[in-house]
């Protein structure tokens, strides 16, 4: 059975949501008797936020895979998932209302509060010298330092408060964490409140913990479907994004295999879908080639507002920008993609033109092929562009590729083309609802 694992192709809020929401319901639809459906959670926390529309309804969820609003289907939340306690107890009300399962990795690290004041904090001093990353301000960055550092408290650890107590004073774990609080100039939350916090968020949780790695494994051998949801996008992934302006978390399928180990079997071949806007967003600092500056200010307001580009977890308005080929072309690369789910092409409906950047000037020469874009290459770059015609039709009904305005479809050849024709686009969104695509 092939697993098709999703991920964000670009600076996260592509609109992976809404496609794992679609994926987990025709594996549902299509699941064999006696079989079931998993979504898996392998990378982030709370920082995502992944908008699902069902009719009236909009769900968005942060922490958990989007698979907790599909009835039975097991949504598993693995070993390198930060988990925020508060979010996870009102995203299980949400699982249970829907009547999703979930079970959570015994060793999957948990968020402090005084990882989220450390986050504001070190926001707070760094944006006094402009250094500011433009976190969530979840926690995020803290939680996975420790977790590295091997001092993280774990979802196992949360049992009961004695055992919640003796984890975070192993190894002089709270009190070196509160002392770098204190540096930063505010005053910790005490080990008796964190310890009071973690077990009144506990309960649930603890009685939902489970070897999640023997799971997956487990159904994988009986031919389970497996639908691994990754958060965040490749260009924040920490190692291919341009540092620091990323994440904290590897955002490749790398992270499922690494975690997992599950790996590119003959007989079931990895799917790897890129979910990719048809233009471009960033939330907070960092560069950004083509973001719709100068002359091309008022457009990108105008795609904001359209697009409605705010941010799901934090409020904050995303910066706008042409789609960006070259930044797409290293993605696919570096994430190993093999399919892309283009979204929000009804946005660029009634755009008279339409650019698209199709290479780089860097240091006076064109950017290689193969050239990692370091955050020095993306600052630096000059984008150059193509502009192709736009459409003016109302596009959101479309539900055959063919039946797009030809302007459309010529815009989604140009990408394809652009990838030299051996990454196909599978689906393109063309709303916000759950039926709003065009399927291969
Ligand atoms: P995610 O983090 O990648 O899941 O994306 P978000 O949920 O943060 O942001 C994507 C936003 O675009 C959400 O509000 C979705 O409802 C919306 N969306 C997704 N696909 C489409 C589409 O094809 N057209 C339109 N107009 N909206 C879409
Ligand atoms: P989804 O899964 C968009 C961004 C933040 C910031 C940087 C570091 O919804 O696509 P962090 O809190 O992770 O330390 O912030 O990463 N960021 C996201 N941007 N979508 C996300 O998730 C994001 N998760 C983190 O805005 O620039
Ligand atoms: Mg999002």
């Keep these: 059975m092939a697993i098709k694992t999703i991920i964000g192709g670009q600076w996260g809020d592509e609109g992976k949501g809404k496609v794992s929401d679609l994926i987990i319901a025709e594996a549902v639809r299509d699941c064999p008797a006696g079989t079931s459906v998993i979504v898996v959670r392998f990378n982030g926390g709370p920082n995502a936020g992944h908008t699902i529309k069902v009719g009236d309804r909009k ?97 196992g650890d949360l049992v009961n408060p004695e055992r919640i107590r003796r984890a975070l004073l192993n190894r002089g774990y ?52 497996i639908v691994p949801e990754g958060a965040q996008g490749i260009l924040l992934d920490t190692v291919h994004g341009s540092a620091p302006f990323v994440t904290s978390s590897f955002c490749t399928a790398a992270a499922l295999t690494a975690t997992f180990g599950l790996y590119d079997l003959q007989e079931t071949p990895n799917e790897v879908i890129a979910i990719v806007k048809a233009y471009t967003t960033r939330v907070g600092e960092g560069p950004f080639p083509t973001e719709m500056l100068g002359t091309d200010q008022a457009i990108g307001e105008d795609v904001r507002n359209r697009g409605q580009e705010f941010g799901a977890t934090t409020g904050r308005p995303r910066r706008c920008g042409w789609l960006d080929l070259v930044a797409l072309r290293y993605a696919c690369r570096v994430g190993g993609i093999t399919q892309l789910a283009i979204t929000k092409l ?75 024709n051996t990454i196909p686009i599978d689906f393109v969104g063309v709303g916000p609802e759950r039926d709003a695509i065009i399927l291969p």
């Excluded at 988990?83 to 949400?94: G, I, M, R, S, Y």
């Excluded at 004041?117 to 995020?140: F, M, P, W, Y």
């Excluded at 509160?178 to 964190?194: C, E, M, N, R, Y």
């Excluded at 993306?378 to 055959?400: C, F, H, K, M, N």
């Design 174 to 225: 709270y009190e070196s964490r509160a002392a770098i609080v204190s540096h930063f100039g505010l005053q910790p939350i005490s080990l008796d409140d964190t310890v009071d916090w973690c077990h009144a968020h506990s309960g649930r949780v603890v009685s939902r913990l489970g070897d999640t790695r023997e799971i997956v494994a487990e159904a994988h051998a009986k031919g389970w479907t």
């Design 346 to 420: 009804d946005i660029l409906s009634g755009l008279p033109e339409i650019k698209v950047c199709i290479g780089y000037e860097f240091e006076g020469r064109p950017i290689r092929e193969h050239e990692t874009l370091t955050g020095r290459v993306l600052r630096e770059a000059t984008p150059q562009y193509v502009t192709l015609p736009g459409w003016s039709d109302d596009i959101s009904g479309v539900r055959r590729r063919l039946d797009l305005p030809i302007n459309a479809q010529a815009y989604l050849e140009f990408i394809e083309d652009f990838l030299d």
């Design 59 to 155: 769900y968005v969820v942060h922490n958990l895979a989007s698979g907790i609003i599909h009835a039975g289907v097991i949504n598993v939340s693995g070993p390198l998932v930060v988990h925020d306690l508060e979010a996870v107890n009102q995203e299980l009300d949400t699982a249970e209302e829907c009547g999703g399962l979930v079970v959570f990795d015994r060793s999957a690290p948990v968020i402090l509060p005084l990882h989220k004041q450390l986050d504001k904090a070190v926001e707070l001093a760094a944006s006094a010298n402009n250094r500011a990353i433009g976190t969530t301000g979840r926690g995020i960055g803290p939680a996975y330092s420790d977790f590295w550092s091997r001092d993280a408290l774990k979802l």
